[in-house]
């Protein structure tokens, strides 16, 4: 409540857990909802390998910022951008390009929805699914 009320807007959010990064194998960057869910599934895997980085600000893309938060996780070899929109409808095709710089030659993966006409699959089952495979793709042990 104290931040919320005194606190200010941040660009780029560090994972609350504060992993250690010596052992963080994978970041997850992200913007939106889907950092929820994702914090919650890795909660559940008990994942301390995993940090989750949220993008709150996309422009002016805050590339000092993001970058200095990437360099504290050097060490992890993959850095994935995860989002619930489709391909085609999310930060994607806006952030890939400005996150590519910042990964020191480390490559940049997408994990989410395949680009489609429509930002819903008009089927809540459909949906879910969609869900539950990008979670279980962004969790998933290399």
């Known amino acids: 409540l104290a931040e919320f009320t005194a ?3 941040r660009e780029v959010l560090d994972d609350p ?3 250690d990064p010596a052992e963080v194998q994978r970041v997850l960057l992200c913007s939106g909802k ?3 869910a994702l914090a919650e599934r890795r909660d559940e895997a008990e994942r301390d390998d995993l940090a989750i980085v949220r993008l709150e600000q996309l422009y002016p893309f805050p590339a000092a910022e993001l970058g200095a938060l990437l360099r ?3 060490a992890a070899p993959d850095v994935v951008w995860v989002q619930d929109e489709p391909a085609n409808q ?3 095709s806006f952030v890939r390009w400005r996150l590519e710089p910042l990964l020191d030659g480390r490559r940049l993966r997408y994990i989410g ?3 489609a006409a429509s930002p819903a699959t008009g089927s809540f089952q459909a949906h879910q699914a969609e869900e539950e495979a990008l979670l279980g793709e962004a969790l998933k042990r290399t």
């Open 17 to 19: 857990r504060r992993p």
């Open 34 to 36: 889907v950092f929820f």
């Open 113 to 115: 929805r395949e680009e």
């Open 90 to 92: 999310g930060a994607w």
């Open 72 to 74: 504290r996780y050097a």
């Open 7 to 9: 606190g200010g807007f």
